[in-house]
């Protein structure tokens, strides 16, 4: 994203996008990707909402979370798009407010990774996910990115919000 500084994620979060809802994709590629042709669109208040209960030393994956939405809607898959986007702008909006933030910095990119989009990019993630507890590893000699080591094993179990 751009002009970070210029725009209220929190609107954007809050916005009426016709979400939630399910689509049927008839491509043929995307069903054989994503495994069916039932696809959810979560709105961006429903990451915020998620995200926010992932506890201190604990991570998620935009993929796990799309996995929780999926399964949780019977749909096959979550937008993958939308997902990303919807996840920068909870991080942002939560960097805006002074009050009720989320702990965006618990979300993870696949395999782990550090998401550079996050307000303060990689370096401010790294700063409170080691202040937590986590050992961060950088990979790469020219495009260096951060992963969170053995992220799989401080998995939080989405499943257990299912009752709240």
């Known amino acids: 994203m751009a002009n970070e500084d210029k725009k209220d994620f929190n609107s954007m979060l809050h916005k009426d996008t016709g979400m939630p809802k399910i689509q049927i994709v008839t491509d043929e590629a995307a069903v054989k990707k994503y495994g069916g042709e039932k696809m959810y669109f979560a709105p961006p208040i429903d990451y915020d909402n998620i995200m926010k209960k992932i506890p201190w030393g604990r991570v998620a994956t935009v993929g796990t979370i799309r996995e929780y939405f999926a399964e949780k809607n019977q749909a096959d898959f979550t937008d993958p798009i939308t997902a990303g986007i919807f996840v920068s702008i909870a991080a942002w909006a939560s960097f805006q407010r002074e009050e009720d933030k989320t702990p965006y910095w618990r979300t993870l990119k696949a395999g782990g990774e550090l998401n550079p989009k996050y307000p303060g990019g990689v370096l401010a993630q790294k700063e409170?996910?080691?202040?937590?507890?986590?050992?961060?590893?950088?990979?790469?000699?020219?495009?260096?990115?951060?992963?969170?080591?053995?992220?799989?094993?401080?998995?939080?179990?989405?499943?257990?919000?299912?009752?709240?």
């Open 128 to 164: 409170k996910l080691e202040a937590e507890g986590h050992t961060i590893l950088q990979r790469g000699r020219k495009n260096i990115k951060y992963y969170v080591k053995d992220y799989e094993k401080k998995l939080c179990p989405l499943r257990n919000f299912e009752d709240e």
